[in-house]
């Protein structure tokens, strides 16, 4: 089996991109049972986790560190699966795959979604509590101790501003519908800041959070976070999904579902709203994860339409930020689909 795993070496493919200042620099991160990492011109494939026939761990949603010197994932164990405690778990290990350290299997029966805080010591962890049914946010370091609890809502979605003293989330109301909450990273001042909203996004400068309405269709917004003030950026016909800033502030990505097209990655201008179709190829594009040098957008592809829990289908995508230049780093259908992250520079 693992040798199987191991083949995904074999089918890579050589990137055609010219190597750009961060190529050499940078890897991106994704996961496939374990974490691997490649580079953005499809060299240097390697596998940081210890082999799955010893640790028995599936990995989803490997994310680096804001100085790109470790990763966080969620790990599911297999032996948790077959005694019937089976729940995915939050862990961090260095950059070369040593020192794996599960934050909050200690704490809490199951851990979703995170993220890293800017300075690299904590994560927002969201965990539900089995025994009211709700999602709440808690603060935990990375380097161990108690986790701290943020929210008292259903919260989930949560994400750090760039300078660390606010985090934005999703709260459920009643009747199932998510609006957009920020709060203080010390739980002080909770407010709201629009209904009916989902996908909190900082943009780089942390004075604007962008989010969307609706379904089908379904409308891109953004916020100032100090006065309030709401305008609406592009409407999308399809289900939107992870917007996700340039590293200028100038565009957003995104990705969109339409039922008979499957899922496309999608740009917007944040000034004046000029809006294009990055993909449109047979099957799904999801994870749109810019490079540092806001040059390139990595992202998964599957050629199966339609669904983007189609797990072990998918492969590693660079394109440019204009959607030129498309280049496939992996030929093993193998990636979860659950995200990739791309080395920030240091």
């Known amino acids: 089996m693992e040798r199987a795993w191991l083949?995904?070496?074999?089918?890579?493919?050589?990137?055609?991109?010219?190597?750009?200042?961060?190529?050499?620099e940078t890897k991106i991160a994704f996961t496939s049972r374990?974490?691997?990492?490649?580079?953005?011109?499809?060299?240097?494939?390697?596998?940081?986790?210890?082999?799955y026939r010893r640790t028995r761990r599936t990995?989803?949603?490997?994310?680096?560190?804001?100085?790109?010197?470790?990763?966080?994932?969620?790990?599911?164990?297999?032996?948790?699966?077959?005694?019937?405690?089976?729940?995915?778990?939050?862990?961090?290990?260095?950059?070369?795959?040593?020192?794996?350290?599960?934050?909050?299997?200690?704490?809490?029966?199951?851990?979703?979604?995170?993220?890293?805080?800017?300075?690299?010591?904590?994560?927002?962890?969201?965990?539900?509590?089995?025994?009211?049914?709700?999602?709440?946010l808690h603060v935990i370091r990375t380097d161990g101790g108690p986790p701290r609890l943020l929210t008292r809502g259903d919260d989930f979605g949560a994400r750090w501003s760039p300078d660390g003293s606010t985090i934005a989330f999703n709260r459920f109301g009643r009747g199932g519908r998510a609006?957009?909450?920020?709060?203080?990273?010390?739980?002080?001042r909770l407010r709201r800041l629009a209904l009916r909203a989902n996908g909190p996004a900082w943009s780089p400068d942390g004075s604007t959070i962008a989010y969307f309405t609706g379904f089908r269709p379904a409308t891109i917004h953004l916020i100032d976070v100090e006065t309030g003030v709401r305008s609406s950026l592009a409407a999308q016909p399809g289900e939107?999904?992870?917007?996700?800033?340039?590293?200028?502030?100038?565009?957003?990505?995104?990705?969109?579902?339409?039922?008979?097209?499957?899922?496309?990655?999608?740009l917007v201008e944040t000034d004046g709203g000029r809006h294009r179709r990055l993909t449109d190829g047979r099957g799904d594009e999801v994870s749109p994860t810019w490079s540092p040098d806001?040059?390139?957008?990595?992202?998964?592809?599957?050629?199966?339409?339609?669904?983007?829990d189609n797990t072990g289908t998918y492969d590693v995508r660079v394109m440019s930020a204009d959607g030129t230049g498309k280049s496939r780093l992996t030929r093993c259908r193998c990636t979860s689909g659950g995200g990739i992250s791309w080395q920030p520079t240091g």
């Open 240 to 266: 939107p999904g992870e917007l996700t800033w340039s590293p200028d502030g100038g565009s957003i990505a995104y990705m969109a579902h339409r039922p008979r097209s499957g899922w496309d990655i999608h």
């Open 34 to 51: 374990g974490t691997w990492v490649v580079a953005p011109d499809g060299s240097g494939l390697e596998k940081l986790s210890a082999p």
């Open 294 to 308: 806001g040059t390139r957008i990595a992202y998964e592809h599957s050629p199966i339409g339609g669904n983007v």
């Open 179 to 188: 609006a957009l909450y920020a709060i203080s990273a010390d739980g002080s």
């Open 59 to 136: 990995e989803l949603g490997a994310e680096w560190s804001p100085d790109g010197t470790r990763l966080a994932f969620r790990g599911y164990l297999e032996r948790d699966a077959l005694s019937g405690g089976a729940a995915y778990h939050v862990h961090v290990m260095n950059a070369d795959g040593r020192g794996v350290r599960n934050l909050t299997k200690r704490y809490f029966r199951e851990a979703g979604d995170f993220d890293w805080s800017p300075d690299g010591e904590r994560l927002v962890v969201d965990v539900w509590n089995e025994r009211i049914d709700r999602h709440r």
């Open 7 to 24: 083949g995904i070496a074999a089918g890579l493919l050589a990137g055609t991109l010219a190597s750009a200042g961060d190529s050499a």
